[in-house]
């Protein structure tokens, strides 16, 4: 291991997995981290408690489809429900450069706000450090959240099953696709739409109707092909998708052709993957596109077998397929 | 106020109050928050949750007596303690600078380690972030936690009541002097070692002996003088304390007369003040002093009215008394 942190030990990727393993998990490891999950789950009072944290560093601090608020609330209103949880609460808080425009403060929490009504959550506590100018960049903003998981709900990235069909719930590649653009070194301009938001509604209503489904996650830093990794790792299995089932935005592969970047290992803030019994996937998916954030909701694969040596397979049309890896590197630092 | 950010925005003191009051609540006022006590409490499930945040950006991060580990973990310890609550888990989320030692790392990660362990609770959930060189400052580090308050207590900050006598559990100001010493471009050095401890188990004791203590805080960004005056206006009270019954280390006032600081105002990471009836005082006084983090505990004055004008008065032997203000500006940036 390398003795200084890089840019790819905070991707999501291969490097950021090699950081848990050998520092966090060394002096950390309990059997609730352990389960690597989007949220630690805990007993209290007999209930199941999902809780989770994020820092979100995300460069530009604005940028088409939203901002650093609105991704700080939705990042961690989805880590909690694709566990199941229904949101209750989060904690705010900001470290900011001196000299941050108080203007730009308020939009941020302007945003944080709408979006934390839109998932009905309150924000219950709150902190503010202020760094020297030049000590950091801007804002960085952190939330932590925790949120109920009803007696019934059992999901968790172990929970993949050999015959399970993938759902995603809409385009992929979107927000990463829209950070890049909105970067003022490029020397273009599309109009690609993050698609961050807050997906607790979306997945109460597909608990509703499906209450076993077997795995949720959100497909954040490292994108599509990072999470399925980390789900074929977790479950032990083998993963096939199908590439031109993968619903992806012209704009979006136009982006990715012009900088030579690949969106399936772009981040989503408002997508997630979806494992679920073959018999439930068509009642599953008709839920789902009755949901703004579910209308592009499409099956892109299956889970083909148990095995020790897990592992995601990209078939395309005119080939026998291909391994797809865990995000290796960091192509796009500062995406969320 | 001013349209861009400074300093003293992060102080803990009188313009930290102004953004919350002029920014935050605007937004995210709700009835938890607005308590604008240590933590949030919620009710989940018919018990009370406490609920709480703080991000560390202490400048250096390691220091005589801790790190920025330990202070981490007591810090959120500690905020979910004052309030009552029995901590039970933490999460942990860094953000680290491209290029920092993984060596220093794991030096921070193992702190956080043993004081997590010391205190009983367990690392829930983390996240790591990295960014470019040049965008922040080593390492910042956010804990948030969670912890039970059993149905019996009740304590927060608008509890203080008049003829409540006013202990603080040890001597004040060694963190903030502490982390003067440790930077090095002052010139001298002295062995001040910081007070940052997690104060769960003191309290817990406390707790066992007396179930009905007013108000307990922690005496951390703003110093002993801060938080009082936090305490008089939750609980309108007029308050008076007597300065030659505040417990200060000799090289703690030898290292304020060379700067020109007031140890009232200096950051502590182990140390609270407590509200409590006369008659529980002694009993809690021989408590406290079982402890090791409360050897030193002291009676420093008592709630002697009512008012909707709420003061802090600073009696001196000589004096008739001054008015102790909030703190106002920002002497001291990064203090945790």
Redesign the interface.
């Known amino acids: 291991?390398?003795?200084?942190?890089?840019?790819?030990?905070?991707?999501g990727g291969g490097k950021?997995r090699e950081?848990?393993e050998n520092?966090?998990k060394?002096?950390?490891s309990?059997p609730?981290?352990d389960r690597m999950d989007d949220?630690?789950v805990?007993k209290?009072?007999?209930?199941n408690?999902a809780?989770?944290?994020?820092?979100?560093?995300v460069k530009p601090i604005f940028f088409e489809g939203g901002d650093i608020g609105k991704l700080a609330v939705s990042g961690t209103v989805n880590d909690l429900a694709v566990m199941g949880a229904k949101p209750?609460?989060l904690?705010?808080?900001?470290?900011?450069?001196?000299?941050?425009?108080?203007?730009k403060?308020?939009r941020i929490?302007?945003s944080?706000?709408e979006t934390?009504d839109e998932a009905g959550v309150?924000?219950?506590?709150?902190?503010?450090?202020?760094?020297?100018k030049g000590?950091?960049?801007g804002i960085?903003i952190?939330t932590?959240g925790?949120g109920?998981i009803p007696e019934e709900i059992k999901t968790g990235g172990a929970m993949a099953k050999s015959g399970d069909v993938i759902i995603v719930s809409g385009c992929i590649g979107n927000h990463g696709a829209s950070i890049i653009t909105s970067r003022e070194d490029l020397g273009f301009k599309t109009f690609v739409r993050s698609d961050v938001s807050p997906l607790n509604g979306l997945i109460e209503s597909m608990l509703e109707v499906v209450p076993e489904i077997h795995v949720m996650r959100d497909a954040t830093r490292g994108g599509l092909a990072t999470v399925l990794n980390e789900i074929a790792i977790q479950s032990e299995v083998k993963i096939e998708v199908l590439e031109e089932k993968i619903p992806i935005q012209e704009e979006v592969k136009g982006v990715c052709g012009l900088l030579g970047l690949d969106p399936l290992y772009l981040a989503n803030e408002g997508r997630i993957a979806i494992f679920v019994k073959e018999e439930d996937t068509q009642k599953l998916l008709d839920v789902m596109r009755e949901h703004k954030y579910g209308r592009e909701a499409s099956v892109i694969g299956n889970v083909v077998d148990n095995t020790k040596e897990p592992v995601v397979i990209l078939k395309t049309a005119g080939s026998g397929g291909r391994i797809l890896d865990m995000l290796s590197g960091?192509p796009l630092?500062?995406i969320c």
Chains 1, 2 share one sequence.
């Open positions: 291991m390398n003795y200084k942190i890089s840019l790819a030990h905070g991707s950021s950081l848990i520092i966090f060394k002096y950390f309990n609730v981290l949220a630690g805990l209290l009072n007999g209930k408690l809780f989770t944290t994020d820092s979100f560093v209750a609460a904690t705010a808080a900001f470290i900011i450069e001196e000299g941050f425009e108080i203007e403060l308020e929490i302007k944080m706000k934390a309150i924000i219950a506590a709150g902190d503010t450090k202020v760094v020297e000590s950091t960049d960085f952190n932590s925790i109920v960091e630092p500062r």
